[in-house]
């Protein structure tokens, strides 16, 4: 076998490592269309809810803690930050800087899923959660089947979101490891790349749920 | 061995990651003071408004597509296209029954 010139930068079916590394990023980019439409169909169903129950989904977003949930927008805006600046330190070849960044990135990412836990802690004590025992919402007196409707659309939808949020902190768990084995190298981090395409895009999802299930109609209040 | 072709990707400033961090916290801290404010039916247009600003700054700088491959970026739309399909057909087909109201039917 002649692997003299077969390199993890330049494989043998590729002409140049520029194009190996197009090629990575178009299929992590056709992954991540499959997961817009993943979600896309949770925020069809919750605006067509919102639509049918807009009176009740203002009074049931109101019960969400808006200071919290901006908070943990501002933690997973820092973490886009630090996985952009790992994969930068990468694309610089700085083994030291990707594995700073890209502990960092996983302390943050860490918090914003403490801060979920709590939330829906939170929602258990209230008796918000749908489809348990005592289910009741203050202010929507008859309309407890619609409210129910919103907490359940709030916890597959967040969920669905942390549940990527895990995946992603294992994903960044292993390119550390891999980064201190020196796996990554100023000719190759295509890796650690996709891997920020992943993180971003799990942040841009919360970009959208964060105003979607905690800021509708506030000034009601 | 570090190939110099057209294609190699440029590596942005940390002044321009900066920035654009910024301007998505200052985004984050518009969004949420706005949706104090009575906009009436404008305050869903505004949140989602401020939202895919804050997406398009993600995607075009922190995902790198501003420098990505002219394939990468027709992909990209083509994913936009579908999910407007999704969301414009159900939107029509709901709308044109009984089921919501729809001011004016």
Avoid at chain 1, 132 to 160: E, K, N, R
Avoid at chain 2, 42 to 69: E, Q
């Amino acid at each position: 076998m002649h692997s003299e010139e077969q390199t993890l930068a330049l494989r043998e079916q590729f002409d140049t490592a520029a194009q190996q590394r197009d090629a990575s990023t178009l299929g992590m980019w056709i992954f991540l269309i499959t997961e817009v439409m993943f979600f896309g169909g949770m925020f069809l169903a919750y605006s067509i809810y919102r639509g049918k129950y807009p009176d009740v989904f203002a009074v049931a977003s109101s019960s969400l803690n808006v200071y919290i949930g901006a908070a943990n927008t501002v933690v997973l805006l820092c973490s886009s930050f630090t996985m952009v600046m790992a994969v930068r330190a990468s694309q610089l070849g700085k083994r030291s800087g990707i594995i700073f960044w890209l502990i960092l990135t996983l302390i943050l990412g860490m918090t914003f899923l403490g801060v979920k836990a709590f939330e829906w802690n939170e929602k258990f004590e209230m008796h918000h959660v749908p489809g348990m025992a005592g289910f009741h919402l203050d202010g929507v007196g008859t309309s407890q089947g619609p409210a129910s409707i919103f907490f359940s659309l709030y916890f597959a939808m967040t969920g669905l979101h942390a549940m990527h949020m895990v995946v992603g902190v294992g994903i960044l768990t292993m390119l550390i490891f891999q980064a201190k084995a020196g796996k990554f190298s100023a000719e190759y981090w295509t890796p650690v790349d996709i891997s920020g395409l992943y993180w971003h895009f799990v942040d841009i999802v919360w970009i959208f749920l964060f105003p979607l299930l905690y800021l509708i109609d506030r000034h009601l209040k | 061995m570090q190939e110099h072709t057209e294609s190699h990707e440029p590596v942005d400033s940390v002044m321009t990651y900066a920035l654009v961090f910024l301007a998505l916290i200052a985004a984050t801290v518009i969004t949420t003071a706005v949706a104090f404010v009575d906009l009436g039916a404008f305050s869903v247009v505004v949140a989602l408004a401020i939202a895919i600003c804050k997406m398009l700054l993600v995607v075009l700088f922190f995902m790198h597509v501003r420098h990505s491959a002219k394939l990468t970026k027709l992909v990209l739309l083509g994913g936009v296209l579908w999910f407007l399909i999704l969301m414009g057909m159900t939107y029509t087909d709901f709308g044109s029954r009984t089921w919501m109201g729809v001011p004016g039917r």
